[in-house]
């Protein structure tokens, strides 16, 4: 196990290298430049600029120094904010996205297993027909719309909850719901629907009869032979869908006010801001290829079958 | 003799809805069992064997299947009509059951100690550490090399023929009456079935367990059981000894079942023997025999209604136009 994982992350540094050094070439290839606006700088004020980044350098020259800085932490200035670095940026919204995709995350899956396990066992019953009607609409309506639906019903109508802001302000952590609940919904209706389609896989399998006719109850059987093979999909999933969760929650950051990183990924990407979109690219990888570590060496514990060598 | 009967099924049918319409997976099944003795259930796949067995147990998956009548006694008692609760008090304690793919039946996530342990808490009242004791020696029984060890690993460290033990083993470790087999064999190279034939047959005989044997080889039966029943499109058609089965088969199903079971004492270069046709299929089946396509002795009114059961002598018994109307 100790040398799969060793092994498991050593396997990360070509990765990464991989992504770096296409991402980096990739960007350039893309038509426009950070000094290119709609105004037009004169071009003495750009040919300064690009002095001033080194970019005036040939391309490969700009990618070993740039390689040379990523390797010591440094993600350079960003060309738009120009008052903060890169690593600066990060720093403050990444961990805003980060508990804020937690929290959404923790709630969405929660909830999912419970209605999955209910639809489950409820087959074709009138709470499996809603349950599923629910994911349906979880999966199919934009964000942009439960959003503004909530912030409508439960801040304006009801006014239990702020309409928007972050933990930080006065109203504190009751900011977080209204956001973490719009961001968790089309995750939990994801994760509905997998737990109840691989519940209602493993109750049809033999080794559940065999269960059932050794007289366990049912709850037993539930909970001891049914639940860890029908959530072994789910945990899977999970991996990707917290990087997923976190990088993709723009829009749930635009529309409560939330100084996360999705905004900033956005924007740098439309401003050419190349080392903010690298800075980005690299801690999301990073943060990706880590989730997928961390799921399969979670598998290992939780299915017997898998030996790592 | 009635003394000695622990289970009676009588008229019991069991019915699935469909799409295609109703299938009459078992209709109208009757048989018992005696302490201690082995009975044997053969026929095609899709005779209402196994279904007949889930039935006895109330394992039915419901929907689409349900019990749609008959009495099945424990004792004098109706399992079918018993609650929840009290069923489970049944299940793998009084009557337990053995199933045909052993590399399916086991949890694949839980180690056999577990499996084996829970059983045996959940009837005998045993603490775990007792239980542990009792299922080690359960394994040991069942020819199972170091036991100490084996149990506390999972399924996939086995191979089919020693999971068919395991099997064999958490089946018989709560002394139940009453063991069903449902083709333990089937999925197992011939020479393991031989010994798992063979276990079986050692261990119910030590505990005084009954046995349930369902197969479609005459081969299996013939070596094992006491009493055999023929069943065909979800009904017995012939029950007797095992001897009078083998010796002077009476219903034309048995008859070619017999014939096309290849034999060593014959010297002719021959082709073996088999039924022809298919067996039918049984959504919607018509009141009539269902064998007449394939029998060669059928009479107009094979085609007409389904024949009586007669019996023969004691224990006896066939259902078959041949045989007259009932007398």
């Not at chain 1, 956001?179 to 049809?204: D, G, K, N, Q, W």
Request: aromatic share 8%; charged share 20%; with cysteine.
């Amino acid at each position: 196990m100790a040398k799969y994982i060793i092994r498991r992350l050593l396997s990360l540094i070509p990765t990464m290298f991989i992504i770096i050094t296409l991402s980096f070439f990739l960007i350039r290839v893309a038509p426009g430049g950070p000094f290119s606006g709609e105004k037009g700088l004169p071009e003495q004020v750009q040919q300064n600029l690009l002095k001033k980044y080194h970019m005036d350098e040939p391309l490969f020259r700009q990618y070993l120094r740039y390689f040379g800085d990523v390797l010591i932490g440094n993600f350079g200035p960003s060309l738009r904010y120009k008052e903060s670095s890169v690593n600066e940026l990060i720093a403050q919204g990444f961990p805003n996205s980060i508990i804020l995709g937690t929290v959404a995350l923790a709630l969405a899956t929660f909830a999912g297993i419970c209605v999955g396990i209910l639809s489950a066992l409820k087959q074709n019953r009138w709470q499996d027909y809603s349950a599923m009607s629910l994911a349906v609409i979880g999966i199919s309506v934009p964000l942009f719309v439960i959003g503004p639906v909530l912030q409508l019903v439960f801040a304006m109508n009801l006014k239990w909850l702020p309409v928007s802001g972050w933990i930080f302000s006065r109203a504190g952590l009751k900011t977080l719901i209204l956001p973490a609940l719009t961001l968790a919904f089309p995750y939990f209706a994801y994760i509905a629907r997998l737990s109840r389609a691989s519940i209602l896989e493993v109750l049809r399998s033999d080794y559940v009869r065999t269960a059932r006719s050794k007289g366990l109850s049912e709850g037993i059987v539930i909970r001891r032979h049914v639940l860890k093979g029908a959530l072994l999909p789910i945990v899977s999933y999970l991996g990707p869908a917290f990087a997923g969760i976190i990088t993709g929650s723009i829009v749930v950051e635009s529309i409560f006010f939330i100084p996360g990183i999705g905004k900033i990924f956005v924007q740098s990407a439309l401003n050419r801001d190349y080392p903010l979109i690298m800075g980005e690219v690299i801690v999301y990888s990073l943060f990706l290829v880590t989730m997928n570590f961390l799921v399969d060496v979670l598998y290992g514990f939780l299915d017997p079958r898998i030996a790592y060598k | 003799m009635t003394d000695d009967v622990i289970l009676q099924v009588k008229d019991l049918k069991t019915y699935f809805k469909l799409d295609e319409g109703l299938l009459k997976a078992v209709d109208g099944v009757s048989f018992d069992i005696k302490k201690g003795r082995t009975l044997g259930i053969v026929g095609e796949s899709g005779s209402g064997k196994s279904v007949t067995n889930l039935a006895i147990m109330k394992l039915i998956p419901s929907p689409p299947g349900w019990i749609a009548g008959g009495e099945v006694l424990l004792h004098g008692k109706d399992i079918l009509k018993m609650s929840d609760t009290e069923i489970r008090e049944i299940r793998g304690n009084k009557i337990s059951m053995i199933f045909q793919d052993p590399m399916t039946c086991l949890n694949p996530f839980l180690r056999i100690s577990t499996q084996m342990i829970e059983t045996i808490v959940l009837h005998q009242g045993l603490d775990k550490k007792a239980a542990k004791d009792k299922a080690i020696e359960m394994l040991k029984l069942a020819g199972i090399p170091a036991p100490e060890k084996r149990i506390d690993q999972y399924p996939h460290q086995f191979s089919g023929g020693m999971r068919q033990r395991v099997m064999i083993a958490m089946a018989l470790s709560c002394n139940p009456e009453i063991l069903i087999a449902d083709e333990p064999t089937t999925a197992l190279d011939v020479t393991i079935q031989a010994q798992i034939l063979e276990l079986i047959n050692e261990l119910s005989e030590r505990l005084g367990t009954a046995v349930i044997l369902i197969t479609h080889s005459l081969g299996v039966v013939a070596g094992m059981c006491d009493e055999i029943c023929v069943m065909y499109a979800g009904r017995i058609v012939e029950k007797a000894n095992a001897d009078q089965i083998f010796g002077e088969p009476k219903h034309p199903y048995t008859m070619g079942l017999i014939k096309s079971v290849p034999r060593l004492d014959k010297t002719t270069k021959e082709r073996l023997y088999s039924i022809p046709g298919q067996p039918p299929n049984v959504i919607n089946l018509p009141d009539c025999c269902p064998f007449f396509p394939r029998c060669e002795y059928a009479k107009d009114i094979c085609k007409q209604k389904y024949p009586p059961v007669s019996g023969i002598s004691t224990g006896r018994s066939v259902a078959c136009w041949l045989y007259g109307g009932g007398n």
